[in-house]
């Protein structure tokens, strides 16, 4: 193998390492005892009567964290009518609920790559890393990571015990998040061949594209047909499809790659009916073909675009694409038979906030109309900032669209606009990720063992745990 060097002003941008306590891990979580909701010391400690799923299901809304869940819950309650505050998202009913610290090795706001490598491979690693291991020495790692030894995938773990593997997902197949179900790559810009250069032209690289081609996965559907070449499309040992009509006819005896779009798929507040389907109908596609391998079978499905919204601060199309994965897990739910567990987290969190006192159903996406002291309704006025102008409850902390005193005044027409970017303190050009932990709630066997505040990669550890069983 030839070594090559690595250009420094890239390695310092891209993979900050530590030099130390890299391999952030906890001793694997025991099995819990069958207790309803153990605590987390409990949950350390014995190692008894936990039954293991046949069927496992992680849905992960990206940039879900829990202010878009929250704001999330009331604006699909207000779609149906409801004041909104009172309703109940499908995961909001189920049983265990966790705490999840997202940090990454090298990174205390973390990326998709890293969290995603945590969360389905059960360690820590660098932020932009897919499924590599960390170490201290960034060209040891690219090295390594360049057709090395490299750790099974969660994909690689469900077919040594003999199960079926669908991988979903509204973003590119190719995107952090699914390529951490079936792929090793330094870097997660390395989506296709075309990404193989400098400097990322190592001996031994290969595209996530051409690995996703090259794996197991039985069926793989979402976004992401420009990171293909016709040739790889063409190895694909299975039925291509690109449409709805397309998967919904594919054949039942063959594995399914489905590229809806070129890039991502789109936005659900803009996807065409009938030419991509939605998260729900992928997913319960994806169980019909599954559930009828009896070994059972594992599932990511992402809802990937909920981030891309938030990195444009514009907080209807997140909203609408958490409504979506909404009723993907209602789906799951309605159709899992009760040996499925079903998680349902986010990687990491958004600078995304909801705020300034509005009354009981007011409108989520609306401004800012506070409650009378006198009648305990609604305020007929607006409330107002100290520059004597109205506010949204919707915000983010950074982002394109920063709040000045000379800004426009804003109305409810302009701030309920689908296309409305809501304003921001720090002035980025893409809003960013946030650092506190994220929710994650399970339901059915096994789900006992997900309660307290764990770090992200003990998801991982015990989904590996569960497989070798
Ligand atoms: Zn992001």
Redesign the pocket.
Known sequence: MIVKTMPMKHLSSLLLLSTAALQVGCAPASESSTQKAPSASAKMTSDTGTESPKNIIVFIG??MGISTITAGRIFVGQEKGQMGEENMLSFDTFPQLALIKTYNTNAQVP??AGTATAILSGYKTNIGAVNIKPVSDVQKMFLEGCGGDVSPTLTDKAKTSGKSVGVISTARLTHATPAAMYSHSVSRDIEADKDLKAPFDYDGCVSISQQLIDSDVDIAIGGGRKEFTDAQVAAWPGAVVSNKAELMSAPNDQRVLGLFNSSHMSYEADRAETEEPSLAEMTTYTMDRLSSDPEGYVMMVEAGRI??A??GSNAYRALKDLQALDEAVAAAVAKADKDTLILVTAD?S?VFTMAGYPARGNPIMGLVRGVDRKTGGPDADYTLDKDGKPYTTLGYHNGPNVREADSDTLTDNMVQDRDYRQQTAVHLGSET?AGEDVALYATGPGAERFSGVMEQNEIGETLEAFLAK
């Open positions: 990206d940039g990326d998709s981030d891309h938030h990195h990491h958004h990720h």
